[in-house]
Antibody, heavy 119, light 111 residues
Framework: QVQLVESGGGVVQPGRSVRLSCAAS????????MHWVRQTPGKGLEWVAV????????YSADSVKGRFTISRDNSKNMLYLQMNSLRAEDTAVYYC????????????WGQGALVTVSS | NFMLTQPHSVSESPGETVTISCTRS????????VQWYQQRPGSSPTTVIF?????PSGVPDRFSGSIDRSSNSASLTISGLQTEDEADYSC??????????FGGGTKVTVL
C-alpha cells in the first residue's frame, strides 16, 4: 500500500542541525511533489516546505526560510528535510506528505517524527 | 499571505449535525481549492474533503464540504455524528504564491 515512513527525529540542542528522512513506497515517487508539515504539541498544523517532482523547485514557509532545506532522491524513493540553526520553536512532530496532484490535497501522510529542540 | 480561521472547538450529541467554518482573511475563498483533514488522537491526518466538496473513496457521505462566497468561508458538515468522528479537523488551501495555508484546527467533541 501507499506508505510514508519518517525517521531521524530526536532531541537536539538549540543552534544545532538534524536531518529528517521520509521513505516512500507503494507509488511512483518521482511522479509526486512532496511536502513537509509540522505540528507543535497541542497546536495546529503548519506547512514547512514543498519540492517538485524532479526536485528542481523548492518553496518553504517564511518561518524556516534560510534554515531548512527540502530535497529528494528519486532513485532511492527518499525525501529529506535538513534543519539547521534550530530554535526551541521548531520543536514539533514533522510529517512528510504526498501531494496528489499539483498543489492539491495531501495523501498519505507519514506517521510523523518528533524533533525536540532543547538544551 | 492570508489566514484561515476556524473555531477552536464544537460539540454535539451523537446523531446530530455539526458544521465547522473556515474563514479566509483576504482574497476570495474560491481562488484556490479548500481541503479538510481529520486527525484522531495519536494519529496522522487523513483527508475527508478535497477540492472544496469532493470525498476521497472510503469517506462516508456524512461528510460534506461547501464554499460560501458571501462570508468568504468554507465549511465542513458532519451529519449523523458518530463517536468515531471525535477528532481535530483542519482546513487547508494555497495562497497562489507557492505557499500552503492551514487553519488552526477545530476539536470536535461528541457528547
Amino acid at each position: 500500500q501507499v506508505q510514508l515512513v519518517e525517521s531521524g527525529g530526536g532531541v537536539v540542542q538549540p543552534g544545532r542541525s538534524v536531518r529528517l528522512s521520509c521513505a516512500a513506497s507503494g507509488f511512483t515517487f518521482r511522479n509526486s511533489p512532496m511536502h513537509w508539515v509540522r505540528q507543535t504539541p497541542g497546536k495546529g498544523l503548519e506547512w514547512v516546505a514543498v519540492i517538485s517532482k524532479g526536485g528542481n523547485n523548492q518553496y518553504s514557509a517564511d518561518s524556516v526560510k534560510g534554515r531548512f532545506t527540502i530535497s529528494r532522491d528519486n532513485s532511492k524513493n527518499m525525501l529529506y528535510l535538513q534543519m539547521n540553526s534550530l530554535r526551541a520553536e521548531d520543536t514539533a512532530v514533522y510529517y512528510c506528505a504526498r501531494d496528489t496532484g499539483f498543489w492539491s490535497w495531501f495523501d498519505p501522510w507519514g506517521q510523523g517524527a518528533l524533533v525536540t529542540v532543547s538544551s | 499571505n492570508f489566514m484561515l480561521t476556524q473555531p477552536h472547538s464544537v460539540s454535539e450529541s451523537p446523531g446530530e449535525t455539526v458544521t465547522i467554518s473556515c474563514t479566509r482573511s483576504s482574497g476570495s475563498i474560491d481562488s484556490n481549492y479548500v481541503q479538510w483533514y481529520q486527525q484522531r488522537p495519536g494519529s496522522s491526518p487523513t483527508t475527508v474533503i478535497f477540492d472544496n466538496n469532493q470525498r476521497p473513496s472510503g469517506v462516508p457521505d456524512r461528510f460534506s464540504g461547501s464554499i460560501d462566497r458571501s462570508s468568504n468561508s468554507a465549511s465542513l458538515t458532519i451529519s449523523g455524528l458518530q463517536t468515531e468522528d471525535e477528532a481535530d479537523y483542519s482546513c487547508q488551501s494555497y495562497d497562489g504564491a507557492e505557499h500552503v495555508v492551514f487553519g488552526g484546527g477545530t476539536k470536535v467533541t461528541v457528547l
